[in-house]
């Protein structure tokens, strides 16, 4: 696996979201660095582990997010500021996240470091260490802030199941994008400075430390911490940033800052543009819909030509950036997609857990075309006890037991979590009941109360498509939007 896998995977179990392995705002204008990801972006994870933002739906088209233009079909979700919820210190100053098997203890850097006693501060200083092949680190000196839209989920939801297709076929002409790469935000945990590091060993006792030491008479942005690593078996990366401030642009029109200010004004809370997890929708689609979408094989020489130059130059720029030996699987851009070289998403290096469940839905429901999995949804399924993080068969395992899968016009999704009562039946929680909205828990809450059905007759359930969970009363889920 490549750095920014390595160091996601151990991180999953604490249940943040998906951790990234460059915090740092990836590429677009200055204007969009001033804030880095945002609440309603439409994009994808790099190969490098950086969010790459395509286009943002709270937005109007000609906002300057948006200036790779917009899909087919864009509709614009406007938000309040109350709509989105902020805790500015979610993370207190100098928390530290670490994967599991890492212990911890204070050191008196006088004794453990003599020569740290020149350039550092003796109090505060801690060590790390883990006794396993893999492990991961996040540092934040200066805290982090939680931001996510509770109220907005289905209202992305909806907009993720109406316009998937178009979404990728956008994204196919202006990105590297593929197949389950789409991400819709709708939270994140946000800094203004990080270390984040990684290990990997094949070593049979395994050990590796690090560090922390505060500096002393830093000047503010500068990195205050130094970070030492210690290992016998394998050469730890980790990286400290941000390496530049670009929470101003002053080269910008001020009109234009001004008016991204207004509609992004509550994501960068005390001025972090870092972006350290991420949570949202991951959007896959079949794989017939995907080649419909590229317009089928490839028949040409010049096509075929040029779509192995593309590949070749993917895996040439990665193998330089992680020194890692790369098969043509993991260098699997849109070109290959052309060429009906599609591979499945389960034989393919992402660790997500979204991609592992969308993937499985699409499977186990083969007349549905888009799958669509938000972060909460595997983020339930782990509980305290889990130290590392469970395989694939448990994963779905405990998907099939605490949630059931919502159908509507070819589009599964998974529903929050299902309550099993005594005599076997099993309804939605009140939370998942009003996220159908107010009006159909209502109508649900009336209806099983006067012990009628909240559908005029039974529907004719579709070939292929799943049953839909039983309310306490027997009536279905599958409620029309």
Known sequence: MVDSQIYAKPLLVKRHGYPLWVPEPYGHSAIYRTKGVRIGDVGCITPEGAFQTLFNIRAPPDHPVNRRGVPEGFEQIHFDVDDIDCVPNFHPLNSTITSSFAGKRSLDVARSSPEALRTEDASGSQRYTWASTEGAILHLPKGASHIDTAKGKLKFREQAMCHAKNWYKFAFTCSDASNDSLYLITGCDKTRSWMIGAFSSDSDKPQTSIQLSPLAGIPEGQPSYSYLWW???????????????????????????????AV???????????CNFIRGYKIMLRRKVLRSLLGGPSSTLHGILSLIKNVAKRCIQ???????????RDCWPFAFDKVSLIPDPSDSEDCHPSTLINNFLLKKYPNTKVAITHDDDWIDLINEKDRSWPT?????????????????????????????????NKFLSDVDQQAYSPGRALLHWCTSSLGLSSHAGPKQREPGAPRMPEYANGSHGNLPK
């Open 231 to 261: 290992s016998a078996n394998s050469a730890p990366s980790y990286c400290v940033g941000p390496f530049n401030d670009e929470t101003i642009a002053s080269n910008e029109d001020p009109k234009a800052l001004a008016w991204d200010d």
């Open 264 to 274: 992004f004004a509550t994501d960068a809370p005390q001025g972090s543009n870092q």
């Open 318 to 328: 990665r193998n330089t950036l992680s020194n890692d030996t790369t098969s043509y």
């Open 392 to 424: 694939n068969n448990e994963l779905l395992a405990r998907l099939r037991r605490l949630h059931s899968f919502h159908y509507f016009q070819n589009v599964i999704f998974p529903v929050g979590k299902v309550i099993r009562l005594e005599n076997g």
